[in-house]
């Protein structure tokens, strides 16, 4: 067995594997939510551009709703690419951060020696590092927002996991 500084081979191929799903769910979940914004953001923009030369046959009308839904596919595409992946980024960050507070968590606090608690942390550091991308003028205010968005989603994770532990360990008591 190898391992790279304290982190084991075993460990790093388990990493890979656990995050590829919050990833994919990122992914999926920004292209969906991106395209649509984008689509629509593309047809208002269409209708507003080309309000001028309304159609005024049957043919013009079915040449103009065309070109607007290829332009409605084309921002789909590319708004749903571009959001999926920085959702995806911002879900591997919080797998990395996850498996960090795994492998170094402090064993002396004993809130934070519980593995249920992983998620609460690791959402609250990356909810709060959206300050990062924000303009000097709203830091405050992306931190303030990130930190509790990441902190809520962590801890409704966390309730989750801590929930199914328990009924799973009732269902396997009782039997």
């Known amino acids: 067995m190898t391992t790279i500084g304290p982190i084991k081979r075993e460990s790093l191929?388990?990493?890979i594997v656990s995050s590829s799903m919050p990833?994919?769910?990122g992914f999926l979940t920004g292209f969906l939510l991106g395209g649509y914004s984008a689509g629509q953001r593309a047809a208002l923009q269409f209708?507003?551009?080309n309000q001028h030369e309304m159609p005024k046959t049957r043919s013009q009308a079915l040449q103009y709703h065309?070109?607007?839904n290829?332009?409605?596919m084309a921002a789909f595409g590319v708004g749903g690419i571009q959001r999926g992946l920085q959702l995806a980024s911002v879900a591997l960050a919080w797998s990395f951060t996850?498996?960090?507070?795994d492998v170094y968590r402090p064993r002396t606090i004993p809130i934070l020696s519980n593995p249920h608690f992983d998620d609460l942390i690791a959402g609250s550091i990356i909810g709060s590092s959206f300050f990062l991308l924000s303009s000097a003028r709203q830091k405050y205010f992306y931190l303030k927002?990130?930190?509790?968005?990441g902190t809520g989603l962590g801890a409704s994770l966390?309730?989750?996991k801590i929930l199914n532990f328990k009924l799973c360990n009732k269902a396997t008591n009782t039997q």
Do not use: D, T, W
């Open 13 to 15: 191929s388990n990493f």
């Open 98 to 101: 996850k498996k960090l507070l």
């Open 70 to 72: 290829y332009k409605m």
């Open 23 to 25: 990833v994919q769910y």
């Open 145 to 149: 927002k990130g930190f509790l968005l």
């Open 47 to 49: 209708l507003a551009e």
């Open 158 to 160: 966390s309730l989750i």
């Open 66 to 68: 065309r070109n607007k």
